[in-house]
């Protein structure tokens, strides 16, 4: 059965629906209507849908239901928002000046206030009738109207206790309206003043209410409720099927989103199924929005098995309806499918679409798929017979699918890295071999497969490009606008100004412990450690499946995490978030802290709110140009905290350990320098080595240099014999700075006050062991003098010009990496090793 021309836009007037409706084959309508029907579960929410009025009274205590008491303690009336506020309480608490908690903990609301809809009964006794006027039902107030009129200066009180009751009304002809009706048209006066808006009177009078009127009138509703009965009934069947489906998926049910929904569709369509997704409404409120179309997709899709369509042979997918799983578990929610409208090979698709359908891939995979699959179709487009037939593909049609992955661009047409290319080429062999050995490509050409020549080769790295880390200097000019941060930035019910203070500490923890943006988001209250006079933040490694690890952090780090848990102790926090540090937007969802797609958006608005970054590049002017913003993203403070260590020569298996790198190779790429750099870095630093009395003693040469450096951890060497065993033969053991062929620069004096350092811990051990005399004053001795040394170093580059500092300072930078690597950047604790003999014998 196919509805050709039938097609209802949800923007168009009613007439034009009818229209429509009118057009298509009642035979088609009474089949659509009857299997709607079988598979409507009429027993479903008992207790809160009462299928006779098509009235929906959700239940608080319902977890599918978004529906909750107000979080005031003395107030029982209901709310959209869990641990909100109900509007009258919401009012109050605007007005007043408490706090949150102590305003949900004292504040009395106004109990003579209408929040609910809920009227009270006649004041008569036993009058089981609706007040109107004076706390009285209507037929009361006009008996005490016509009293008033005889006696002005009558009590009320009096006047009640003379009363006798009334019999019940009859209720509102409306189905579910729970007022009194009045007798002209056994109407409340809600109704009844509808009706009069929608009639003109005919000579003189007005018709009685219609059943078809009647019928699709919502009675009165609170925050709690919707009806379904402006709908048509064929929409009306079809909105309470898709409601049904949204409940078995486990999503909740907004009895004011539905409302709205319902309030919009009703003038619009008679069919929901059959209105043209394209004409969605786009303009409500984006979480009504998002159910209209949801709402659209499911019944399109029920339509289609209607039908006998295949949902998956239609051209664009529906992930929910093939089982596909969100990022965050569970079957996805989200409206939208795959376009598969571009893979013109039939079988090419059949694989895509069996493959999502039976392994049950996340969104992302799935779209991965999809795009490799298209990556594929474009290649074989192009071979002679478009790839059409598999059985016929050879082994050149492979070829030329995976060149195709040779120069596959990024999906905004910049370039992709070999990896990223590599990744993806694997991936379409993933779905390729899946399917060939579940058996769906028994008659696929055997040629058609992967050979180790199908790799896509790693490129060279450019060795100069410091990779994504963030330079020091525009670190320096963020900090100066800190306080920008978190400015524009809404989350959940947080004010404006906890909004920045959490900012501000998400960014200095990225900032300074270099954690990924997640590790960040996933911290717990409890991250502060205090062990052996050290602070230690405690986080977990997902990406490593290492939990529990512990990172050395300095007292400024510590005091960002203590200035926002004092803020967060004012929060009112959201249900499930009290154990993380950094709390979610709102109450709905599985995670229950902050995540690091909410980061993100909160560090870019940040970067493009400061009114000027500068590069450390210079213009053909000599002016410093701006720098671009698109480079700082919360993943960059991770690079550039590695970076900084890795500038400053720390030892690479000690910054392995600090970035909690599984792979030595990972933290590696943080210390190439190229041999170009490494030249100009010597030919700078040769011209300021000094002697051990701290007179200017140049290299010759780059190579003299080089050749001298590998003698000592902490300076040059000129002792012939040390430099040409490789430092191993050090005639003093080590006690460089009484030596005349010493030579240290710059460059070294982190080296050097390690090596200070490493003294006195020898030294401590000496006096513990009751070590002789000499021992101790030789240790004394070498502390003093290395100290010397390193005062001169320290002068000599304050006494430099600022270029020359500059120039100094990036040159001792690039060394100290060099030297890091190669694993000699510092000095252990302890003293050097015994040097071996010249034939390489410890003996």
């Known amino acids: 059965m196919t ?115 809920e009227r009270a009964g006649c004041r008569v006794t036993r009058c089981p009738r609706d007040a109107v006027l004076w706390g009285l039902c209507n037929a009361h107030s006009s008996l005490r109207h016509k009293h008033l009129q005889r006696d002005p200066g009558s009590a009320l009180e009096g006047w009640i206790e003379r009363q006798t009751p009334y019999p019940p009304s009859p209720a509102c002809r409306v189905a579910g309206c729970r007022y009194d009706a009045r007798a002209t048209w056994g109407l409340c006066g809600i109704h009844q003043s509808r009706w009069k808006k929608t009639t003109a009177p005919t000579q003189g009078r007005r018709p009685a209410p219609t059943p078809a009127w009647l019928d699709r009138q919502a009675p009165f509703l609170n925050v709690h409720q919707f009806s379904l009965a402006p709908l048509h009934p064929v929409a009306r069947l079809e909105m309470l099927y898709a409601l049904q489906q949204r409940d078995e998926r486990g999503q909740k049910i907004d009895p004011v989103a539905v409302r709205q929904a319902v309030s919009h569709l009703a003038e619009r369509v008679d069919s929901i199924a059959t209105a043209a997704v394209e004409r969605l409404p ?64 039939p079988w090419l698709r059949q694989i895509l679409v069996t493959w999502i359908a039976e392994t049950k891939p996340n969104t992302t995979e799935a779209r991965r798929g999809l795009r490799v699959c298209n990556a594929a179709s474009r290649a074989l487009d192009l071979r002679p017979g478009g790839g059409m037939d598999p059985s016929a ?33 694997s991936f379409f062999f993933k779905i390729l071999d899946y399917n060939r050995a579940a058996g769906h490509l028994d008659g696929m050409s055997a040629s058609f497969a992967r050979h180790s020549s199908h790799v896509i080769k790693a490129e060279e790295v450019d060795e100069d490009d410091v990779g994504k880390a963030l330079p020091e200097s525009v670190i320096a000019q963020l900090d ?45 209250t409890d991250c502060l450690e205090h062990a052996d006079g050290e602070w230690l933040l405690i986080w977990d490694n997902r990406k490593g499946r290492r939990l529990n690890r512990r990172l050395e952090i300095e007292r400024d780090t510590v005091e960002t995490i203590r200035t926002w848990r004092a803020v967060r102790d004012t929060l009112d926090l959201p249900t499930g978030s009290e154990g993380f540090l950094f709390p979610p937007a709102g109450e709905n969802g599985k995670i229950r802290h902050l ?19 500068l590069s450390e590049e210079f ?56 041999h170009k750099r490494k030249r100009e870095a010597v030919n700078v630093m040769r011209l300021h080595t000094v002697d051990r009395k701290g007179r200017s003693a140049p290299m010759a040469s780059a190579a003299a240099y080089e050749a001298r450096s590998v003698a000592v951890p902490f300076g040059n060497c000129t002792e012939p014999s040390n430099v040409k065993a490789g430092g191993k033969s050090c005639p003093i053991r080590f006690q460089c700075a ?64 600022p270029d020359e500092r500059d120039e100094v300072e990036q040159a001792s930078a690039v060394l100290r990496k060099v030297r890091a690597v190669q694993g000699h950047g510092s000095v252990s604790l302890g003293m050097p090793g015994f040097p071996g003999q010249r034939d390489g014998s410890t003996a």
């Open 3 to 117: 509805v050709s021309g039938n097609v209802v836009p949800l923007h168009q007037p009613r007439r034009d629906a009818d229209q429509a409706a009118r057009g298509l084959p009642p035979k088609v309508l009474t089949e659509w209507t009857a299997w709607l029907r079988e598979r409507i579960e009429p027993g479903w929410r008992p207790g809160e849908w009462d299928h006779g009025a098509h009235l929906f009274s959700g239940d608080v205590d319902h977890a599918g239901t978004t529906v909750y008491r107000c979080d005031v303690a003395a107030c029982d009336a209901l709310t959209r928002t869990r641990r909100g506020l109900c509007p009258i309480c919401e009012k109050a608490h605007r007005a007043g000046s408490l706090g949150l908690k102590e305003f949900k903990a004292t504040h009395v609301p106004d109990r003579n206030r209408v929040i609910s809809g």
């Open 282 to 345: 786009g303009r409500m409120q984006a979480n009504v929005d998002a159910l209209v179309r949801e709402t659209h997709r499911v019944l399109r899709s029920a339509f289609d098995r209607f039908e006998g369509v295949d949902p998956t042979g239609r051209d664009v997918l529906d992930l929910s309806e093939l089982g596909v799983k969100s990022l965050r578990g569970g079957t996805t929610h989200r409206p939208g499918g795959l376009d598969v409208t571009d893979i013109r090979q």
């Open 393 to 425: 593909l050879v082994f050149a049609d492979m070829n030329a699918v995976v060149d195709t992955f040779r120069v596959l661009p990024k999906l905004d047409g910049g370039a992709m890295s070999s990896k990223q290319r590599g990744a993806l080429l």
């Open 480 to 524: 100066d606008y800190v306080d920008l941060l978190g400015e524009g930035v809404t989350h959940g019910k947080m004010t404006p100004e906890q909004v920045k203070a959490m900012a501000r500490a998400v960014y200095e923890l990225l900032r300074d412990t270099g954690r990924r943006p997640y590790e960040i988001a996933e911290l717990r």
């Open 595 to 613: 995540v690091s797609d909410q980061i993100a958006p909160m560090i870019r608005k940040w970067a493009d709110s400061i009114p000027v970054l």
């Open 619 to 674: 213009d053909s002017n000599g002016d410093r140009v701006p720098f671009d913003r698109s480079l700082i993203y919360p993943y960059a403070f991770r690079h550039s905290f590695c970076q900084r260590y890795a500038d400053a020569g720390v030892r690479i298996e000690v910054l392995r350990e600090l970035m909690d790198h599984k792979s030595m190779q990972t933290t590696q790429r943080y210390y190439r320098i190229s």
């Open 738 to 801: 009484a030596c005349p062929s010493y030579r240290p620069d710059p460059s070294y004096l982190p080296a050097i006050e390690d090596h200070v350092r490493s003294l006195k811990a020898d030294k401590e051990m000496a006096v513990m062991m009751e070590a002789d005399e000499f021992v101790v004053r030789n240790l004394d001795d070498q502390i003093a003098a290395f100290k010397g040394t390193a005062e001169t170093m320290r002068k000599l580059v304050e006494a430099m010009s």
